[in-house]
């Protein structure tokens, strides 16, 4: 079976590095993936898979953060000039983005579920010499959206995964669950997904991360120490306009309070229990310079180590809201925009990351490495643990020339391959401890 992946893997290797590309090229954001989801569902056509859309992949009440309908529209108006049939995109309207491809191979065994989500960032690509999406010319065609966290490649790896699976459809035994997830930025698209039961009754689960380290491409890490839990929240600030000069006094304040909210927010106290942050992403107020603002919209986050910590700071940041509002006289809306929730390492299943891939020549397997930062994959990973299943997330470190979120972001494209290889490695050996078994 070795020799067999190895060769897999050289076969692969230029269609998992060309998917990759044509995602890169074609960003969208959460709940506005409509040609990544089409794109990707007919790379599965034909090859014995079972696909599910719209509110048959997740319930619509529980996504989180949904564009509003204006900024759906314009994304669902550019999918048909894209290409996307109109019976296809019908299936998906209103935000009901992503899918799940299920092969049931009719024979009984382990139920395996793999998570890879396709969402990129309102971020405005680099174009500068040095950034290999721009010198190879695969950078992003949509102005002001970035593959800019390496989902494209996520998306590519599990189209790679797919075809392994497909193509040995007839040697393998139980059902394999591929999720394509939308809106994993802001932990919005995880949620609705286990709440309509495609985690339940799961005896593996298995999710990973390109990047977050800067080591060699081909080191994974078997699984992540921990998550911190994490809120978004929206603020509103809405008060009255009025002429700065003639009556200033007739005015409230908009932009006022939410400044002061903004400078109060990033004071609230470190607590003692372990790691807390918060982060004000964006302030946007004013009409004018001899204007009072009526309106300041505000997009924070904040996380903690654990689920109550994270509680600790979102109490203490609606309380600074409140009373910066009140402060100034102005109202406040909260809209809570995206939510994902703490879980702790298995080490247990990292051990067995490690005995799959004992063989591999090109991978370098690491016990555990540190996130430092939050995932909606949490929810997930929990559902699997609560139904008596064993789940993990791995890291496919890469070098970096820049962070994460950055307008120069970009990884090595071995580091998908490295992912993809530890993946069916972890499969194929799960699969004969469990033949063993019986």
């Known amino acids: 079976?070795?020799?067999s992946i190895k060769q897999f893997m050289e076969e692969i290797e230029p269609y998992v590095i060309e998917q990759r590309?044509?995602?890169?090229?074609?960003?969208?954001?959460?709940?506005?993936?409509?040609?990544?989801?089409?794109?990707l569902s007919e790379q599965l056509a034909g090859k014995g898979f079972s696909l599910f859309y719209g509110t048959d992949f997740l319930t619509s009440a529980e996504r989180m953060g949904v564009p509003c309908d204006p900024m759906l529209a314009e994304n669902e108006q550019r999918a048909l000039q894209k290409g996307v049939p109109p019976e296809f995109l019908e299936k998906m309207k209103g935000g009901h983005t992503g899918f799940a491809a299920v092969l049931d191979t009719g024979r009984p065994g382990l139920n395996f579920a793999y998570r890879f989500d396709i969402d990129a960032l309102p971020i405005q690509e680099a174009d500068c010499a040095d950034h290999v999406p721009a010198q190879l010319e695969f950078r992003s065609q949509i102005a002001?959206?970035?593959?800019?966290?390496g989902h494209d490649g996520h998306a590519a790896i599990g189209l790679g995964l797919a075809?392994?699976?497909s193509e040995r459809k007839d040697n393998?035994?139980?059902?394999?669950?591929?999720?394509f997830q939308p809106a994993e930025e802001g932990g919005r698209g995880a949620k609705a997904i286990v709440d309509k039961g495609w985690l339940d009754h799961i005896d593996y689960f298995m999710s990973g991360h390109v990047g977050i380290h800067n080591l060699p491409a081909g080191t994974v890490a078997a699984?992540?120490?921990?998550?911190?839990a994490s809120s978004k929240i929206n603020a509103k600030f809405i008060g009255k306009s009025a002429h700065s000069g003639l009556e200033p006094n007739e005015g409230r304040n908009a932009l006022l309070a939410a400044a002061s909210a903004a400078l109060h927010l990033h004071s609230i106290a470190n607590h003692k229990d372990g790691i807390t942050r918060i982060n004000v992403g964006t302030l946007h107020a004013g009409a004018g310079r001899n204007v009072i603002a009526d309106k300041a919209l505000m997009e924070i986050e904040t996380r903690g180590e654990t689920n109550n910590l994270d509680a600790y700071m979102k109490e203490n940041a609606t309380r600074i809201l409140q009373a910066s509002a009140a402060l100034y006289d102005v109202e406040l809306e909260l809209e809570h925009m995206g939510r994902s929730v703490s879980t702790a390492a298995d080490h247990n299943f990292a051990k067995v990351v490690e005995k799959a891939c004992a063989s591999s020549t090109s991978l370098k397997i690491v016990p555990h490495l540190e996130v430092g930062a939050s995932e909606d994959v949490t929810y997930m990973i929990e559902r699997v643990r609560e139904q008596g299943g064993k789940a993990t997330f791995m890291i496919f470190a890469s070098p970096l020339p820049a962070g994460h979120h950055h307008p120069?972001?970009?990884?090595?494209?071995?580091a998908l391959l490295a992912g993809l290889e530890t993946l069916i490695r972890t499969t194929d050996y799960l699969l004969k401890?469990?033949?063993?078994?019986?």
């Open 172 to 179: 393998l035994s139980g059902t394999y669950t591929i999720l």
């Open 408 to 414: 120069c972001f970009d990884y090595e494209e071995q």
């Open 163 to 165: 075809k392994y699976l």
């Open 1 to 3: 079976m070795a020799n």
């Open 433 to 438: 401890e469990d033949g063993l078994r019986e």
């Open 21 to 39: 590309r044509k995602r890169h090229q074609y960003p969208e954001i959460g709940f506005a993936e409509y040609v990544t989801t089409y794109e």
């Open 223 to 228: 699984t992540t120490s921990k998550f911190l």
């Open 144 to 149: 002001g959206m970035m593959h800019a966290c």
